[in-house]
């Protein structure tokens, strides 16, 4: 049992593409550098992963490569970060965390909200958005840039099942990727419990995060663009199997229906901390072993 309590830490997990931003964060950036239409890009990704059952992070990664090559265009680290600069948010993104820091302060001084991404999206890209220092961490996949500076194969792939191993690493406080998350932590030592953890995303893609999340005793929201039907009866559907705790318009403005139904879940989790806080002291004090 840890010497003091460590549990007062509250984690927002997000998603990125469609959650934080209207489109991926790519037609933002990359392909209009390679003068691509993004319809027809996702279109060929789409058609490639049903013919040859590839992993669909794998081939847009690769395909993107090529595209830059056909197009003779070498594109760096520098330049993905300042292409992230076209990126556009959703209503009240670039204040919402800040706006959740604040109601934590107030409510629960002694409590600590982190924010952190995690994303299939690119590294490079999200190295580079106006909102990267609102973030504890950022996992996304990655390219290898070779000794030019250019980049040549994906080095790290982050699929929609292999998202739970960062919430993992998030639960146990193990965030170096080049740390092991297989040995065994008591519950009781480790920072993040999953009772401490939202998962916010947009879609069918955050299933595997959302039902473990859930299964482990975690919160869970589905966001939808409000001038896309299908992404609204997408949420419905998590809403009706249980995958998500709420459903709300991708509106992160202060006093929407977001921020609402979000503030309710922190009042829940924080009320949690300060039960599992002064139950900790408790047994502290009476020498009573958990």
């Not at 007062?8 to 037609?27: E, N, S, W």
């Not at 993992?168 to 193990?174: P, Q, V």
Request: some cysteine.
């Amino acid at each position: 049992m840890p010497a003091e309590f460590i549990q007062d830490h509250i984690a927002v997990v997000y998603d990125f593409d469609g959650t934080l931003t209207p489109r991926p964060m790519q037609d933002y950036a990359i392909l209009p550098k390679l003068g691509i239409n993004a319809e027809d890009f996702w279109r060929e990704v789409g058609e490639e992963v049903n013919r040859t059952g590839a992993e669909n992070m794998l081939v847009y990664m690769r395909l993107l490569l090529e595209k830059a090559e056909q197009a003779k265009v070498d594109i760096r680290r520098s330049d993905y970060a300042d292409l992230a600069k076209n990126i556009e948010y959703f209503k009240g993104v670039e204040q919402w965390f800040d706006l959740l820091n604040q109601y934590v302060e107030q409510r629960s001084p002694g409590v600590d909200l982190r924010h952190y991404i995690v994303s299939a999206g690119m590294r490079e890209i999200l190295d580079g958005i106006s909102i990267k220092d609102k973030f504890k961490n950022i996992y996304a996949s990655e390219y290898y840039f070779d000794y030019r500076g250019i980049a040549t194969f994906p080095k790290v792939v982050i699929t929609d099942t292999s998202k739970t191993q960062y919430l993992f690493r998030i639960n146990k406080g193990i965030e170096n990727l080049s740390e092991s998350i297989n040995g065994h932590m008591p519950e009781v030592e480790r920072p993040v419990p999953f009772r401490n953890i939202i998962y916010i995303g947009d879609g069918l893609t955050d299933v595997p995060s959302m039902a473990l999340t859930k299964k482990e005793g975690g919160h869970t929201l589905a966001v939808y663009n409000g001038e896309k039907q299908r992404q609204r009866e997408v949420c419905r559907d998590l809403l009706r199997a249980g995958r998500a705790d709420f459903i709300a318009e991708a509106d992160y403005r202060e006093g929407s229906e977001l921020h609402r139904r979000t503030q309710l879940l922190l009042n829940n989790i924080i009320s949690s901390i300060e039960y599992e806080r002064e139950l900790f002291n408790c047994k502290e004090q009476y020498s009573v072993d958990s």
